[in-house]
RNA sequence: GGGGCUGUAGUAGAGUCGGUUACAACGCCGGCCUGUCACGCCGGAGGUCGCGGGUUCGAGUCCCGUCAGCCCCGCCA
């Protein structure tokens, strides 16, 4: 049976003492951490969401306290009054925030008793991911989970005063509305008052704050949640947070602007970081031919070389055959990596076959300048001599070598950088380099579809320049997107929209998309485009992953309350789960047949 | 849809070549202990080795299947 918490108000949280409350009487509640008991002395590390306080019960001071701390296990959630006082001479804890007081309990109230947890909530234990998240409530009571929230808490405190103080203004858009195009696969929700038809959640507001645009609300954010049927990944959820920010008469550069110092208020607040500002400007063509990626990596260097003239004529088949049929041959200098076995060389090649490199040459430089490498017999002299050149070897270094079809070079070569910079330690976790990736391709061509699909949404602008080629090449049309990277993480997206139905409805054509279809999708976006919209232009951030960044979580779960699994259910309330007939019947719904017997 | 890793007391692990009663730690329960702070000492309880099948005289160990969690490819405008 517990006690009742009466009229005991908290005066403090348990990680805000110090020495300046001794001689305070305090009132601290929260859960039993840890419990010492010395026989006579008790000592109970009482937790919240500050902190830690080491509570003292002496028997001969306080029995009737102290014989009820003989009864508090771990968890139990009490309530104790007592003095604040100086921990004797030798026994401060310097590990502590609170480590040099302590409180001397008079009385003491449990206010809950607790089974025993399933695991361990201490720092030390390391637990099963699918038992932590079965009993999310618990390993939320961890400090480094809770960390990981109070900081997020933080980060959106500082988005929403910025934003304010730059005038924004924050607008809801539905949660129940319309199936997008040319997007990820919907959540779908089905209406009873409408049979058969059902609404989608959102993969964005893309279309909302566009609206807004048109509305005249001049500046909009959200931080709203978004969702795709999609498969997970350690960074990938099916519900997951955005910063959405729409702009009214402005470019792309003033977005960029307004959005990194943005991004410099949020790392001053979560971690006293100064970033120097303004942030890098590379375009896409660029990205891709120095780190064969559009999300790199800059806290290192390794740069991707082109060498395909340089062996287009050369007595190695696979690279020459490559260069002739339009293909790409790219190398890497991985300085000081010629002491790579065979084994980490095989592994490396493996690793590149992941991104469809149908192989990975490699030379090792030799003390001597020579090249050890399966490949050497095939080059002249004089090419050995340029390509050395090029990628500026030097005894003890490893170079490496796809060629394929442009994308897959590119992308393995690409990948293997990012590979090789963890492996080497390049990656300093404390080192935060930024760079905005502007101009990508407006269109990309869908080989399976056999039509173009927008890169970003197909309400994105082409460059000005480039709105000719969307009659003559449209392949070649490049866009007013933008990317915000840090780290080789893609952190934030956006473009300057279309605000020209005309430009518009080319668009659609373009990407095969009807005019009967796209009225029937987003007519309204259509109709508002003629009724007088600003130019605009937006982008969205992911909180999540921005927050796993200023954390150093590894997971996108560490930094999201109650997440999903891979398969994207919920260990906890164990959602998805299945509904009454009744429900079902009134939804119109019948489940087709599984295909195994039931 | 595909590739890979993992699964052994409450927890996280060890378990050799297939061989006696599956180990020690932390936690838990009981006892002792008045300055600990991941307290200490003594004792105790606790197991369908994820699940199902197979091989074998004998399976935690080998094989097949299956379930769950994780990582990756595809997918994610």
Redesign the pocket.
Known sequence: MSDILGDWKRSHYCGDLRAEQIGEDVCLMGWVH????????I?I?LRDRTGIA?L?L???RDPEAHGKAENV??EFVVAAIGKV?P??E????S??KT?EV?I?IRELRILSEAK?????L?E????????R?KYRYLDLRRDSVQSNLIMRHKVAQTVRNYLTNNDFLEIETPVLTKS?P????DYLVPSRVNLGEFYALP??P?LFKQLLMVAGFDRYFQIVRCF?D???????QPEFTQIDCELSFVDRDDIMTIMESMIADIFKAALDVDLDLPMPRMTYAEVIDRYGVDNPDLRFEMELQDITSLVSGCGFKVFANVAAKGGLVKALNAKGCATFSRKVLDDLTDFAG???AKGLAWVKIQEDGSWQSPIAKFFTEEELKALAEKLEAAPGDLLLFVADSPGIAN?ALG?LRGHLGHKLGLTDPNSYRFVWVTDFPLL?WDG?ERRH????????APLDEDIPLLDSDPGKARSKAYDLVLNGSEIGGGSIRIHDQAVQSRMFNLLGIGEEEARQKFGFLLDALEFGAPPHGGI?FGLDRVMMILTGA????DVIAF?????A?C?MSEAPGSVDEKQLRELGIRLAARNKQA
Request: hydrophobic share 25%; glycine share 6%.
């Open positions: 840890r419990r010492r008991d010395h026989g006579g002395l000592f590390d080491q003292a002496d028997p001969d296990r771990n006082s921990r004797p030798g026994t401060v804890n590990k502590m480590g302590e001397e025993t947890p399933p695991f361990m201490d030390f234990t390391e637990v099963a991911e699918n038992l998240l997008t040319e997007g990820a696969r993969q964005s893309q795709r999609e498969d997970l990944r350690a960074d990938r992941i991104y469809g992308e990948r990309e399976e699909m927008a890169v970003h949404h197909p309400f994105t969205a590894e997971s996108i779960r997440p999903k699994t891979q398969k259910t260990l």
